[in-house]
């Protein structure tokens, strides 16, 4: 019988590509940049299973190119790139990758988070400007980690990995959510429930790790940057448009923040004009799940994810829906 169809859209690890050649035809797209939309619209055509990536827009336009489309497997946790009701009332899988990119992820954002506070990047710089005349009491001086308050907004899988590290620097730690966390989780992470202002006011670091959907699109914008305490940092290594872009390099520019470590913009892969030249960002392309171990592990879920809807005919443990 013929092996399943099924597209790559990307570079993938070996893993990833070995697992799915067992199972399926494989057309892959072996490029380290996004497949062009015409390129990805043509090869998806005959194509019982995608296997795509965040940059790719599974949207009506797709579904409609891919009449025999019974599985999308993204590789990524975040799914906001996908249509996911369109898919559902097609009847096609959707399947990510959750819980084996929380811990790389939980270690970034606070990688971004020390290195805004202690200006890690600028002091890089700094040296190899050859302006390092020795030390000086008063040169580059950021702020303090140990013993502030941390406040994350989003506390699933990512946002509680963060705020168990936080133990670590004798922080306290705020969260918010739409939904309170068990009261044991709260116990033993050491974290309370505030509502989003007073968070915004009482945090030193504001880290963000919700989702993004219509609800949480500019949840931060001029007037939350504006409650913030003025030494206060912002981290996000969650989605781009949870942050009003434009708004975040005026209160950068204008030091209406401290500082603020970003892995992720609100149209990747550009910035917003003036981003880049705040020297109180520290910027970053999208890596908070970017180690070899944790891109191995997304990829050959990623690839289970099809195996499990095109070979097994089963609900994946994987479906986000
Ligand atoms: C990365 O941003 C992911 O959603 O996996």
Request: charged share 30%.
């Amino acid at each position: 019988m013929a092996k399943p169809r099924v597209l790559v859209t990307r570079r993938v690890p070996r893993e990833c590509l070995e697992l799915l050649k067992k199972h399926f035809d494989v057309e892959h797209y072996d490029r380290g940049t996004a497949i062009p939309r015409r390129r990805l619209l043509k090869s998806v055509r005959d194509k019982d299973g995608l296997l795509c990536l965040l940059t790719d827009r599974i949207d009506a336009e797709l579904l409609a190119a891919a009449p025999r489309l019974k599985a999308v497997s993204t590789f990524s946790v975040g799914y906001d790139h996908i249509d996911v009701p369109a898919c559902k009332a097609r009847g096609i899988n959707v399947t990510n990758t959750p819980g084996v990119l929380t811990e790389s992820t939980a270690d970034f954002t606070w990688a971004l988070l020390m290195a805004a506070a202690r200006r890690v990047v600028e002091g890089d710089a700094f040296m190899r400007g050859g302006k390092f005349k020795g030390w000086d009491p008063l040169m580059l001086l950021g702020g303090d980690v140990h013993g502030k308050t941390l406040g994350i907004i989003g506390f699933g899988r990512i946002g509680q990995a963060v705020a168990k590290r936080a133990g670590g620097f004798s922080m306290r730690v705020l969260y918010y959510d739409t939904r309170r966390a068990a009261p044991e989780a709260e116990k033993a992470l050491g974290a309370r429930f505030a509502p989003l202002k007073e968070l915004l006011r009482e945090s030193d670091f504001v880290s963000v790790h919700t989702v993004l959907d219509e609800s949480t699109r500019h949840l931060l914008d001029g007037k939350a940057f504006r409650l913030m305490k003025r030494s206060a940092y912002l981290i996000n290594a969650a989605r781009g448009p949870i942050l009003d872009e434009k708004a975040l390099v005026r209160a950068l520019k204008s030091e209406r923040i401290r500082g603020a470590g970003l892995d992720v913009y609100e149209r990747e892969p550009r910035t917003m004009p003036g981003l880049a030249s705040c020297r109180n960002a520290v910027l970053a392309p999208h890596l908070a799940s970017a180690t070899v171990e944790t891109r191995r592990r997304m990829g050959v879920m990623a690839a289970s994810g099809l195996v499990d809807a095109l070979i097994c005919k089963a609900r994946s443990p994987y479906a986000v829906s």
